[in-house]
């Protein structure tokens, strides 16, 4: 049986959206609170740099809770259910978020690949805002993997509640099929 609602956490430039968008074609809505976090940042400040990102994403938690962005997501969902299979939340780097999907009977994905394919993947993708070099990268990781922000990033904390592991080293075939599979679907008979 598969689950309604799915949340996808995970490293940088790791294919939480990639397989968040596989999600949404096989019927589900894609929330992802990054895209959230995005939107708030140009609309204060007018721009999406990483530190500014974490500045909104911190904000938006103290003033509705430690679990905002994921509530955001299911509140969404809610008013559509109707519409979609499901819903898949994407995008977590704070521990109470991933915990709230956990609490609504969801499943928790955490997906990571190699820094040296995931910085490629960055660069590829050409966000505004996002590391300049390697070394920027690693550091500005470091920081977000560690737990120690005073903005709530503790992407190991959401690693440690996850209910699947997923290593996205490259090959997209293999890594759709265990995010289906993570997720309890059977492609063969999906809508």
Known sequence: MAYEKIGIAGTSASGKDTAADHLAELGYLHVS??????????RLYGNEDQYVLRKVGHELRQRQGPAAT????????MEQRHLYRGV??????AVAP????RDVGGVLLAIDAPPEIRYQRQVG??????????????????????GTLST???IRGVQRISDVQIYNDG???TFLR???????LDTSTAA
């Open 33 to 42: 609170t990054a895209e959230i976090i995005r939107q708030e940042a140009q």
């Open 70 to 77: 994921c509530l955001l997501g299911l509140s969404r969902y």
């Open 88 to 93: 898949v939340i994407s995008g977590f780097r």
């Open 98 to 101: 991933a915990q709230a999907i």
């Open 125 to 146: 993708r050409a966000r505004p805002g996002e590391s300049r070099s390697y070394e920027e990268f690693l550091a500005f990781e470091e920081e977000e993997l560690a």
């Open 152 to 154: 709530g990033q503790d």
């Open 171 to 173: 090959d997209l075939p």
């Open 178 to 184: 265990q995010v289906e599979t993570a997720v309890g």
